[in-house]
């Protein structure tokens, strides 16, 4: 019998907690787009209203809109194509902002008490520990698959 050299070979799964970081964070990114569009529109209807003084809202507001969205699509989006540098700036976004909360919330307990700044920040931390816990149980399984 001769063997078929044309044995098809399949491709090592994701793992799924990397699936669900990754979507997760495409989820998060088109959220706060959403959620920074709902702000900078009314502004920029003032602005129209009282005779366009000053600085557009939109173009002011643009580049923030562009680079928060891009932070959380981009490194989702190259998790599910398997790519090790977006495991690494998944990471590093991560770990910079739950620093950036830890520090807010030690300025808050210092002026207001054992209380964080708001509900909806709160919940956005929470999230960011899940998604970073989430990526470090699961990187071995995703260093071995990924290019």
Known sequence: ????????????????????AAWWLIICGIIFLSYQISILYPSYRLWKAYGEFGINPLYAGAFPVIFNTLIFLLPGIFLLKKRKMAW??????????????????????????????DKF???????????????????????????
Do not use: C
């Open 1 to 20: 019998m001769e063997k078929n050299n044309h044995q098809i070979t399949q491709k090592p799964a994701l793992p799924i907690k990397i699936k669900i």
């Open 88 to 117: 690494n700036f998944a990471v590093a976004i991560l770990i910079f902002i739950l620093m950036g909360g830890l520090f807010m919330f030690g300025v808050s307990m210092l002026r207001e008490g054992f209380d964080f700044p």
């Open 121 to 147: 920040t709160a919940i956005f931390y929470f999230f960011a520990i899940i998604l970073f816990t989430l990526l470090i149980l699961d990187r071995k399984n995703f260093w071995k698959i990924a290019t």
